[in-house]
């Protein structure tokens, strides 16, 4: 019998690519490859709930780039937060930049660039005559321009001051264009695991609010 689930196993391992892939968690001991099909038969199920709930973890940690990436690996993320939301989300070229458009009720809609900078947002920063130019060419009246950033990125978020600076926050306000912080966006992807729909429609807010720094989805 136990030799039966030790030639199992053996097989497993062969169909998933060898001890590699069939399971990190042992190999990380220094165990020898043939450990596992010595092991009784309980041992394989133990290995394989370990194995699933390492990839749950990766998975999630995935999100956590949220609070620290930029550019187009924040934009990837923030694509999969808003189709867990069953939002259809499309990439539009705007020049060099790629935007994301997300439709909303009512044919408005969401135009959000991620920004590639780690820095403070100023008046003079790329990304804002990014959105400028987002707003000549690809925005109509019902739609609003998002600026989706991590300023101060190795910062912990509760410890983030000063995102952008007076004057930058002016020529947001007046441009009617919204800077959204990655812990925002984080915010409304821990909300999304529990109340899809509640999450969704909170977008709203987003769209709502005419220019400045979006103070989060929380409240």
């Not at 100023?122 to 400028?132: G, I, Q, R, T």
């Not at 987002?134 to 912990?156: G, Y």
Request: glycine share 8%; with cysteine; proline share 7%.
């Amino acid at each position: 019998m136990a030799h039966d689930a030790a030639l199992e196993l053996g097989q497993v391992i062969r169909d998933n690519g060898g001890w590699s892939r069939m399971s990190s968690f042992v190999k990380a001991t220094g165990a020898p490859a043939w450990i596992v099909a010595e092991m009784p038969p309980g041992y394989r199920t133990r290995i394989e709930e370990v194995e699933r709930m390492t990839r749950d973890l990766e998975a999630m940690l995935r999100f956590g780039r949220l609070l620290w990436a930029t550019g187009p690996q924040l934009g990837e993320v923030m694509g999969d937060v808003l189709a867990g939301l069953k939002l259809q989300v499309e990439s539009i070229p705007c020049g060099d930049i790629a935007v994301l458009a997300v439709p909303l009720e009512r044919k408005r809609r969401l135009l959000i660039h991620c920004s590639p900078s780690q820095d403070v947002l100023e008046k003079k920063s790329p990304d804002v005559a990014a959105v400028f130019r987002i707003l000549q060419e690809l925005s109509t009246e019902q739609d609003r321009v998002v600026l989706a950033a991590n300023p101060l990125a190795l910062v912990p978020p509760a410890e983030r001051r000063d995102l952008a600076t007076p004057e930058a926050v002016d020529m947001l306000m007046r441009l009617g264009v919204n800077l959204l912080p990655g812990p925002a966006l984080f915010e409304l992807w821990t909300l999304g695991l529990q109340e899809r729909a509640r999450a969704a429609k909170l977008l709203d807010r987003l769209h709502e609010q005419d220019g400045g720094v979006f103070p989060g989805f929380g409240g």
